[in-house]
C-alpha cells in the first residue's frame, strides 16, 4: 500500500491519531483534518486516492462535506465512517457520492482492503479521463 494517499476527516483527535498512525506504518500517506472546511482547503491542495470522513461532525457534517468534495472532484473516493448508522443516511451517502458506508469501530484490515479499493478506482478513472483527453485533443488536431 506504499504511497497511497489518504485525506482522514474526523473531529475525535484521539481516534485520528491512532488510526492515522497505524495506517503510515502499513506505508500510507495521510493528512489529517479535524473539521469539513478544513478537508474542502486540504482536497483543493492536494490528490487523495482515497478521503475516510466522518459522518457526524460539528459545523459542516460529512454528508454536506461528501456532496462538496464530489462537486470539486467527482472522481474522489470516499468512505464514510458512522458510530450512529442509519439506513437513511447510508442510503443518502451512496446517492452523494460515497464510495462505501461503514460503521465505527472498523477493522483496520476491512478499512485498508477498502482504500486499496478506492484507490484502484480512482487511477482507473483518471486514466480514463486522461485518455478522453487525449482523444480529444487528436479529434481536434486531425492526428
Do not use: C
Request: charged share 30%; aromatic share 2%; glycine share 6%.
Amino acid at each position: 500500500m506504499d504511497g497511497i494517499r489518504v485525506l482522514l476527516v474526523d473531529d475525535e483527535e484521539e481516534f485520528t491519531s491512532v488510526l492515522s498512525e497505524r495506517m503510515q506504518t502499513r506505508g500510507l500517506i495521510v493528512d489529517v483534518s479535524a473539521n469539513g472546511q478544513d478537508a474542502l482547503t486540504l482536497a483543493n491542495e492536494e490528490t487523495y486516492d482515497a478521503v475516510i470522513l466522518d459522518l457526524a461532525m460539528p459545523g459542516m457534517d460529512g454528508i454536506e462535506t461528501l456532496k462538496r468534495l464530489v462537486k470539486m472532484n467527482p472522481d474522489i473516493q470516499v468512505i464514510l465512517l458512522t458510530g450512529h448508522a442509519t439506513l437513511q443516511k447510508s442510503v443518502e451517502a451512496m446517492k452523494s457520492g460515497a464510495m462505501e458506508f461503514m460503521e465505527k469501530p472498523v477493522k483496520i484490515d476491512v478499512l485498508l482492503e477498502k482504500i486499496q479499493q478506492a484507490h484502484d478506482k480512482h487511477e482507473q478513472l483518471t486514466e480514463t479521463r486522461i485518455d478522453d483527453m487525449l482523444s480529444d485533443i487528436t479529434k481536434r488536431m486531425g492526428w
